[in-house]
């Protein structure tokens, strides 16, 4: 399925990215947020205008079982792989899952920019691809990874957007 998730935010896009991409800002986001269990930079580097990173995401558990089977909460559990381009303002991402029997199953890859609004602030676009290889089950399972996904990004946006207030606040 093609997904396109929206959040605005109320400041400039190139505050939203730099302070997005700031080494270290995905532990420091984490305890503001509801929906992620752990987070943790396995990897950050900047180079030329374009800052790659690797970062490690267990949410909060949305699916306890699947019929009798338990589901494992780290089965939820992945690797975010993105590049970002400062000048364009634009990422690119895949993220892994960890356990390879669900990285075998399930792909999603995608991009993310923002662009400013005229009144002031700016809107975060992430869009991309999400395909669980599953029969019959895979387009369900993608809905509600769908979902899942967009309540972790509204979550995301909310902390974000209060460490910037925040920052804004003991630079004034």
């Not at 939203?16 to 987070?39: C, H, Q, W, Y």
């Not at 079982?65 to 634009?90: F, H, Y």
């Amino acid at each position: 399925m093609k997904y396109r998730i929206e959040n605005e935010f109320p400041c400039s896009g190139d505050e939203v990215m730099r302070t997005m991409f700031m080494e270290g800002i995905t532990e420091k986001l984490l305890p503001d947020m509801n929906s992620v269990r752990e987070a943790e930079t396995l990897e950050w580097k900047e180079k030329n205008g374009v800052i790659q990173r690797r970062v490690r995401y267990l949410p909060v558990p949305a699916i306890k079982s699947v019929g009798p089977k338990k589901v494992d909460p780290r089965w939820m559990e992945w690797i975010e792989e993105s590049q970002l381009d400062l000048r364009s303002r634009v990422v690119t991402y895949v993220n892994v899952p960890t356990t390879p029997g669900v990285a075998r199953l399930l792909k999603n890859s995608g991009r993310m920019s923002v662009r400013d609004k005229p009144q002031g602030g700016c809107i975060r676009e992430v869009a991309g691809e999400l395909k669980v290889k599953v029969l019959l089950l895979g387009v369900v399972a993608e809905r509600v990874i769908y979902s899942y996904a967009q309540e972790i990004l509204r979550d995301e946006a909310r902390a974000l957007a209060g460490f910037i207030r925040a920052s804004e606040g003991q630079s004034a």
